[in-house]
């Protein structure tokens, strides 16, 4: 007899990877220059060329059997030394590198975080819309999760979030700049909801975590910039990913911060490594650690995703297509035309066009356009959008 639950979540792929598997297939029909993919999150600007330089210079000048070699569980101790560093460089933070966990990834580390914290029966809290995967982690944690509508503006219903927490409540998750809006929230919003927490805290007598998932902390256009969510609340956990910042998605690495405002936070460490090793991490990749330590003070190219938001934004305004302004990350929301976002994106797979319905992020009506991609991709797709625009009669 095998896991149900396993067996299920390994038979449905997410909306995001069905799509994106369907668009291989198709470009293999149709050829790939005919197909607007803007199903996946895959960085479409090259890792900086420091990485290729780090990768050969670690190759040919450290012993392999070293640098190939199982690290401490947590990470090497050079290489959390070096992340810790960064952070306090930049964020005036306090880290020590006792405080820092390398992980394959955010996907890892939000997984390790909640099974760090969740025992069966937890409620974890999730700020829609929001990444889908969550919700497999958190499950798998043993918690159950409930959603937090959004405002108008994308930023949380406090007074829902409000009535949402319970004694339950063991942790809520917060990913700015967001996906699928490109949203960043507001230091205000962040504020409130630290307020929030803070008093229910003191009410039930336990800790509620803020799991902070961070992959797109770098990838940000305008003046807002995203807050540093320990410096409002002690009791939070920093998920970090170097796949979307160094454009290295496929290489697993990113970190956990575990900062010592966290009540008892020695002990969250401990449970952060007890999580780790529960899950079978081991360590994270030993060659990738390194790279990200010489590497962590890099910024990705942001001009590519400029000069794509860009041309998105003014092509979808001028055809009549309502969407949140994105602030961050590489991602736009799209507003359907049309109550049903699922029929909205078949409709507009008719014209090549792959957009993720909202869905599956927790929220109806919207679809996500995924615009890491090339400049040339969006330009020859406006005439696509131009004629679903012209099936529900927007623009005229
Ligand atoms: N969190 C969010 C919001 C994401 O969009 C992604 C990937 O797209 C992840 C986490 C997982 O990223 P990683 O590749 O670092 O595991």
Same mark, same amino acid.
Do not use: W
């Given at each position: 007899m095998l896991s149900e639950k396993m067996v299920e979540?390994? @038979?449905?792929?997410? =909306?995001?990877?069905?799509?994106? !598997?369907?668009?291989?297939?198709?470009? #293999?029909?149709? /050829?790939?220059?005919?197909?607007?993919?803007?199903?996946?999150?895959?960085?479409?600007?090259?890792?900086?060329?420091?990485?290729?330089?780090?990768?050969?210079?670690?190759?040919?000048?450290?012993?392999?059997?070293?640098?190939?070699?199982?690290?401490?569980?947590?990470?090497?101790?050079?290489?959390?030394?070096?992340?810790?560093?960064?952070?306090? @460089?930049?964020?005036? =933070?306090?880290?020590?590198?006792? !405080?820092?966990?390398?992980?394959?990834? #955010?996907?890892? /580390?939000?997984?390790?975080?909640?099974?760090?914290?969740?025992?069966?029966?937890?409620e974890v809290l999730l700020l829609a819309p929001f990444f889908p995967e969550y919700k497999v982690f958190a499950e798998k944690a043993g918690a159950v999760v409930r959603a937090v509508p959004p405002l108008g503006d994308m930023s949380p219903d406090m007074e829902a979030m409000a009535e949402l927490i319970s004694e339950k409540t063991k942790a809520v998750i917060i990913n700015s700049p967001n996906n699928p809006t490109g949203a960043i929230y507001s230091r205000g919003c962040l504020s409130a909801v630290a307020e929030l927490l803070s008093a229910r805290q003191r009410e039930y007598g336990h800790a509620i975590y803020i799991i902070s998932d961070e992959p797109y902390r770098e990838l940000v256009y305008g003046e807002r910039k995203p807050c540093f969510i320990p410096g409002l609340y002690g009791n939070t956990f920093i998920c970090y990913s170097f796949s979307k910042s160094l454009s290295m998605p496929g290489e697993r690495i990113g970190y956990i911060a575990v900062p010592r405002s966290m009540e008892d936070s020695r002990t969250a460490y401990a449970a952060v490594c007890g999580a780790g090793r529960a899950l079978g991490y081991v360590c994270a990749p030993s060659l990738f650690q390194y790279v990200a330590a010489a590497c962590c003070d890099l910024s990705p190219d942001l001009q590519a995703y400029i000069r794509n938001r860009e041309l998105l934004c003014t092509g979808l305004r001028e055809l009549g297509f309502e969407f949140v302004e994105p602030d961050g990350a590489f991602y736009l929301f799209l507003k359907s035309p049309e109550e049903d976002a699922e029929a909205f994106c078949m409709r507009a797979r008719k014209h090549e066009l792959l957009l993720v319905p909202s869905d599956s992020f927790g929220v109806g009506g919207y679809a996500r356009v995924s615009y890491c991609v090339s400049a040339e991709t969006i330009t020859r797709s406006m005439s696509a959008f131009a004629a679903l625009a012209g099936e529900y009669g927007l623009g005229g």
């Open positions: 979540i390994g @038979r449905k792929r997410s =909306a995001i990877r069905e799509l994106f !598997e369907y668009g291989k297939a198709r470009a #293999a029909e149709i /050829g790939a220059e005919n197909v607007f993919d803007f199903s996946i999150g895959n960085p479409s600007v090259p890792a900086p060329k420091e990485v290729a330089e780090t990768i050969a210079e670690l190759l040919l000048s450290r012993d392999s059997l070293a640098l190939h070699g199982y690290t401490s569980a947590q990470g090497d101790m050079g290489v959390r030394k070096s992340i810790a560093d960064s952070l306090n @460089r930049r964020y005036g =933070a306090d880290f020590d590198m006792d !405080e820092i966990y390398m992980t394959c990834g #955010a996907a890892a /580390g939000l997984s390790i975080c909640l099974n760090a914290v969740c025992v069966p029966g937890d």
